[in-house]
């Protein structure tokens, strides 16, 4: 009796011991974790637009998650990137779409998925880049047939949600 006290007070011990680590490691990194994170991001918008040096992000509620509002080095507005997660058959998709101030898409990226792989390549090299240049004030062509429904279906729903918040709220 006393020897199975002792293994349950060492595992105890032990326990403790662990999550106390694992505590101390989260509370000293999440600072580098979160600026890492943001830095990633920033990277993904300054591929979306070229001459973009400054973004001032605002956090949203609803279908769009947030809005950055992008700027060149002479603090002149180049246009805004609308970021929005969907949930489909085959995961989770987080897309960034940029309007640009001629009320033009940008570009659309692909932030992060764990979508079917090939089909996602699929869509980066074959459709995703036929949004860049179409006007929001107009009809967006979508492809009917990519192979990759899901995904796909997810990426135009993004769209659409950023389109109408950019010309309901006008970037604002």
Do not use: C, H
């Not at 600072?31 to 001032?56: A, H, P, T």
């Not at 700027?71 to 507005?77: G, K, T, V």
């Amino acid at each position: 009796m006393l020897g199975k006290l002792k293994k349950a007070f060492v595992l105890l011990i032990i326990g403790v011991i662990s999550g106390g680590s694992i505590y101390l490691v989260n509370e000293l990194t999440w600072e580098l974790i979160r600026d890492n994170q943001i830095k990633l991001e920033e990277k993904q918008y300054s591929v979306i637009f070229e001459d973009g040096v400054n973004f001032e992000a605002t956090v949203l509620e609803g279908d769009i998650s947030k809005k950055v509002e992008v700027y060149d080095e002479s603090l002149n507005l180049l246009g805004y990137i609308f970021k929005g997660t969907r949930v489909n058959n085959y995961g989770r998709i987080t897309v960034l779409v940029g309007i640009n101030v001629d009320n033009e898409i940008e570009q659309v990226v692909i932030a992060s998925t764990n979508n079917t792989p090939n089909n996602v390549q699929i869509i980066k090299s074959k459709y995703i880049m036929n949004f860049d240049g179409q006007s929001v004030n107009s009809e967006i062509n979508y492809d009917a047939k990519t192979g990759a429904s899901y995904t796909y279906a997810s990426i135009q729903e993004v769209i659409e949600d950023s389109i109408t918040y950019y010309l309901n709220e006008g970037g604002e």
